[in-house]
Structure formats: structure tokens, C-alpha cells
């Protein structure tokens, strides 16, 4: 619900002060209240559905539409409302909060996958996996393992710190329902990608990625990192709802 102060409103003839709008986004309705009364009763003079196709204008601080004339606030405020009514900022709200979440989605899984990568191959291979490191290492006081891992790990902790608030937004702007499949989603994804060091870790995520409707390899496979890819393509069901 958003509720916004309407200084006065026109509508059939007459003038009204002191008003107030209701817009109920899950049922894209909208009222306007009024105060009647000594005890300032709130009443319902106007009540219609809003959406893509309905004519809004705006000027300055005021807004028409439904054959009401509201003066809002100030100008950010009509312009706000406006959108709000004409579904602008409704998509506009989801188109961002899918891509975001789809940023810290990839921002997460894929540093997690190299990770994965790269202790499947130390296990393989000890020499060969540290060596692939040198590329990258600093020279500083710590060896080349110890600076990997402590560099993963800060990568990681800013990647789960970014998609917590993504997460939340998602939420808000699709519902609790589809916020859940997310959440189950990337468990899913760490626990396919965990795999390629506990191939006992593979069973529950196929199933859980099956609920979701996302195939999984059915066999663990020893790169992380594609398989990350191949289930992030994937996903772009769940972060982007009908």
C-alpha cells in the first residue's frame, strides 16, 4: 500500500481539502478519502483500477485522471504518482530488481564455482592447481594458497552481502512466493557446484532444481564453473516472473 496527502481534489463539480490516496499495487486499485464529520471520518469518494493503458496527466504539482483533479504536495509527488498509475514505474521496478538480482546472483555463484575449481584440481593435483596461481599472485608475504583463499574469501563475503539486499528487493517487488524460489535456487546451485568435491551433494540438488524446473547434470562433474554457467542460464525463469 502507498498513501499519499492530497492537499485538494476536484471531482463531479466539487472541491474537496485535506484528501488522501490509497494505491493497493498487488490489486493496481486506487481510492481517494476524504475527512467528513467532526470526528473526521474517513470516506471513499472515488475508487478505479489502475494500469498500463490508463490516461494520466501531470502538470507541475497535479494530477488528472478518472475525472478527478488531485493536487498533490509538490511536483516529485504527481510525477510519482503518475507513474505509479500508468504501471511505468511498476515495470520499471521489475525490470530492475530482476536485473540486479541476476547481478548478484552471477556475482556470488561464479566466484563460488572458481573456488570449487580450483580445490577439485588441488586435490587432483597439488603441484599443477598452485602453480596455476602464480599468474595471479602478489609476491607479498603470504604464500600463493594463502592469498588465493584469503582473497576468495573477501570476494565471496561481498558477493552474500550484495545479493542479501537484492533478495529483499526481489521480494518486495514479486511477493514471497517467487523471493522463496530464489532463495532455494542458489542453494540449489552451491550445492550442484559443491559436487565436484562431494559427488554425494549432486542428488539433493538435481531434485530441488527439478522442483524449480531447471534440468541438472543427473552426474557430478568436475568442472564447477560450467556447470555454474550452464544453471545460471537457466534460472533467468525464476528472476524474471510472469
Known amino acids: 500500500m502507498?498513501?499519499?496527502?492530497?492537499?485538494?481534489?476536484?471531482?463531479?463539480?466539487?472541491?474537496?481539502?485535506?484528501?488522501?490516496?490509497?494505491?493497493?499495487?498487488?490489486?493496481?486499485?486506487?481510492?481517494?478519502?476524504?475527512?467528513?464529520g467532526l470526528r473526521k471520518k474517513q470516506t471513499t469518494m472515488a475508487t478505479f483500477r489502475y494500469g498500463p493503458d490508463m490516461k494520466v496527466t501531470v502538470s507541475d504539482n497535479t494530477l488528472q485522471t478518472q475525472g478527478l483533479t488531485m493536487v498533490t504536495v509538490d511536483a516529485l509527488t504527481a510525477a510519482e504518482i503518475g507513474r505509479t498509475l500508468s504501471m511505468e514505474a511498476v515495470a520499471l521496478a521489475r525490470s530492475q530488481s530482476s536485473n540486479r538480482l541476476q547481478e548478484s546472483m552471477a556475482n556470488l555463484l561464479n566466484p563460488r564455482a572458481s573456488v570449487v575449481d580450483f580445490l577439485s584440481r588441488y586435490n587432483a593435483n597439488p603441484r599443477a592447481a598452485l602453480f596455476s596461481l602464480m599468474d595471479v599472485y602478489s609476491g607479498g608475504d603470504k604464500g600463493p594458497l594463502e592469498e588465493y583463499l584469503e582473497n576468495s574469501k573477501n570476494e565471496l563475503s561481498k558477493g552474500l552481502d550484495a545479493i542479501r539486499p537484492a533478495l529483499v528487493e526481489f521480494e518486495k517487488t514479486f511477493g514471497n512466493s517467487a523471493a522463496d524460489r530464489?532463495?532455494?535456487?542458489?542453494?540449489?546451485a552451491s550445492k550442484l557446484e559443491d559436487s565436484a568435491?562431494?559427488?554425494?551433494?549432486?542428488?539433493?540438488?538435481?531434485?530441488?532444481?527439478?522442483?524449480?524446473?531447471?534440468?541438472?547434470?543427473?552426474?557430478?562433474d568436475s568442472n564447477a564453473i560450467q556447470v555454474n554457467e550452464a544453471i545460471l542460464r537457466?534460472?533467468?525463469t525464476l528472476i524474471v516472473p510472469a
Open 2 to 36: 502507498k498513501t499519499y496527502a492530497l492537499p485538494s481534489v476536484e471531482y463531479q463539480g466539487k472541491k474537496y481539502e485535506k484528501c488522501t490516496l490509497v494505491i493497493n499495487e498487488e490489486a493496481t486499485q486506487a481510492e481517494v478519502q476524504r475527512t467528513e
Open 182 to 188: 530464489v532463495y532455494a535456487f542458489v542453494y540449489a
Open 197 to 220: 568435491l562431494s559427488p554425494e551433494e549432486i542428488g539433493d540438488a538435481v531434485a530441488l532444481l527439478g522442483e524449480l524446473g531447471i534440468t541438472a547434470p543427473s552426474e557430478p
Open 234 to 236: 537457466k534460472a533467468r
